[in-house]
């Protein structure tokens, strides 16, 4: 496993850092667009994320500590940028996650502590799912998806991109989520979703505007 640097050093990326010492993969240091006089948990700020560029691609990869709330387009176009450059993104597990050797994880996922994915269910790039979410067998996932922590994802469920899952939220068996939509926090969703909706509540339903 090469060394690695963490992007950002907020709340997510501390706990990426966390699983990442767990893991016992050597931290270079993180970055951050704001000046950080502290380490995060011993790891020491490097500078802003220019910094990266004094390392090769051959020698590190890089691992994207950016959280997505409800808008995953920061941390999307970080990754794309980066990954333009030639630099690569570390698949992180966490070591109490379960993760069924039948699945496959795209660059850069990101499974939390105690999160669960059966088999069959393939995850885009650069999608976290976060701490204790349930990811049932056969589900299709895309990229830059956040599915928050506690969300339920039944089987045969398919997530299109940039789709925000809420804290909390439950997925029936064999629904589509539309790319961009965004589902709340804590809501049950009992049929498909359209792609750039939001739908919050129980059974959910589509968030009026005004």
Partial sequence: MKKVIVIGGGGHAKVLIDTLQALLIPIIGFTDINDKSETVLGVPFLGSDEQIYRYSPEEVALVNGLGAVGDASLRQNLF????????????????????????????????????VIQPGTVIGANTIVNTGALLDHDCAVGMHVH?????????????GDQVHVGAGATILQGLKIGQGSVVGAGAVVTRSVPPGVTVVGVPARERTKG
Wanted: hydrophobic share 45%; net charge positive; glycine share 10%.
């Fill in 80 to 115: 794309e940028t980066f990954q333009q450059a030639g630099y690569r993104f570390a698949t992180v597990v966490h070591p109490s996650a379960v993760v069924s050797r039948h699945t496959q994880l795209g660059e850069g996922v990101q499974v939390m502590a105690k999160a």
């Fill in 147 to 159: 599915v928050a922590p506690g969300a339920t994802v039944c089987g045969q469920v398919s997530i």
